[in-house]
């Protein structure tokens, strides 16, 4: 049941800070609205399509680790990374995060900050040359 309450943490984030249906939650994560149902009620023969909980978690901004380890799972071969205090981390990016992660902040600037992200994190790498 703990992945049942990891996906409606993740569903009640979603209404509250995108104000997304289930409807939208299934169009954006590429996970249908009844397998969303399922995986709310904990019914699942083994476990989770690991795409879909893959995707889910990449459109929710939600780290797989986490999905896992409410599966019960080890973290499918991931490389451990190292914590965001360790790393360098350009000023920029620090302000940034610090802003998603401050309670105060809009979760309508949150939003607009994730899908900004998103946008650039899938844009094509351009080459000079």
Request: hydrophobic share 45%; aromatic share 8%; charged share 30%.
């Amino acid at each position: 049941m703990a992945f049942a309450r990891f996906v409606r943490r993740a569903i009640d984030d979603a209404r509250e800070e995108r104000g997304w249906t289930v409807t939208d939650l299934a169009s954006h994560t590429g996970v249908g609205r009844s397998t969303v149902f399922r995986w709310l009620a904990g019914d699942w023969q083994d476990y989770p399509e690991l795409a879909k909980v893959r995707g889910f978690c990449a459109a929710l901004d939600l780290p797989v680790a986490a999905a896992f380890r409410a599966l019960g799972l080890p973290d499918a071969g991931q490389v451990p990374r190292r914590r965001l205090e360790d790393a360098p981390v350009e000023a920029d990016v620090r302000v940034i995060l610090e802003r998603l992660a401050d309670p105060h902040v809009p979760a309508e600037e949150k939003h607009h900050i994730r899908d900004l992200l998103r946008y650039l994190a899938r844009r094509p790498v351009r080459r000079a040359g």
